[in-house]
Antibody, heavy 125, light 107 residues
Framework: QVQLVQSGAEVKKPGASVKVSCKASGYTFTSYYMHWVRQAPGQGLEWMGIINPSGGSTSYAQKLQGRVTMTRDTSTSTVYMELSSLRSEDTAVYYC??????????????????WGKGTTVTVSS | DIQMTQSPSSLSASVGDRVTITCRAS??????LNWYQQKPGKAPKLLIYAASSLQSGVPSRFSGSGSGTDFTLTISSLQPEDFATYYCQQSYSTPRTFGQGTRLEIK
């Protein structure tokens, strides 16, 4: 079955970087874009960006531009999200989520159908 | 960026109640609207996509409607497992913005 398995929890100091992985299985890795979404403690969902595992193209949230990098390794069906210059506000659970394109009534719609279980990143001195 | 605003932010209801959550977009997004359910400590789960299409495996008591800027998620008869937080999300453009969430609690 389709699965996204994320790497384990991380504790980082302010100013450091973190790299979270998301290994896909059960489907053709290069056929589906992948999103990253984060959730600070007690807060809502925040979209971080998207990567095309086929060509590697990316699109990032404006507020994270310059600090976030999403990459992929097609040989291991893994996508990565690296966040640099960490600050306390980056403490959150980070999720990867597969994007599906569905056709309904002659239109194409985009949604996140499978999510990883999340990776907790704690930034603390 | 497109802003998504949900109401109410929280809601208390009883098992068997009919519940409606609304989501408003800051500009027209046609039917590019998805609904997710999240339980504490868990990843979000897709319920509805394209405003009104039920994701496979989701109970039929969940339904979605709307287009343009105004959308609703309705649960026809609340079950104990439905107490959770619900998020709308637009997929019309990037950034893919979410509503702030609606917490559904047991009365």
């Amino acid at each position: 079955q389709v699965q996204l398995v994320q790497s384990g929890a991380e504790v980082k100091k302010p100013g450091a970087s973190v790299k979270v992985s998301c290994k896909a299985s059960g489907y053709t890795f290069t056929s589906y874009y992948m999103h990253w979404v984060r959730q600070a403690p007690g807060q809502g969902l925040e979209w971080m960006g998207i990567i095309n595992p086929s060509g590697g193209s990316t699109s990032y949230a404006q507020k994270l531009q310059g600090r976030v990098t999403m990459t992929r390794d097609t040989s291991t069906s893994t996508v990565y999200m690296e966040l640099s210059s960490l600050r306390s506000e980056d403490t959150a659970v980070y999720y990867c989520a597969r994007q599906i394109v569905g056709a309904t009534n002659g239109h194409y719609y985009y949604y996140m159908d499978v999510w990883g279980k999340g990776t907790t990143v704690t930034v603390s001195s | 960026d497109i802003q998504m605003t949900q109401s109410p932010s929280s809601l208390s209801a009883s098992v068997g109640d009919r519940v409606t959550i609304t989501c408003r977009a800051s500009q027209s997004i046609s039917s590019y609207l998805n609904w997710y359910q999240q339980k504490p400590g868990k990843a979000p789960k897709l319920l509805i996509y394209a405003a009104s299409s039920l994701q496979s495996g989701v109970p039929s008591r969940f339904s979605g409607s709307g287009s343009g800027t105004d959308f609703t998620l309705t649960i026809s008869s609340l079950q104990p497992e439905d107490f959770a937080t619900y998020y709308c999300q637009q997929s019309y453009s990037t950034p893919r913005t979410f509503g702030q969430g609606t917490r559904l609690e047991i009365k």
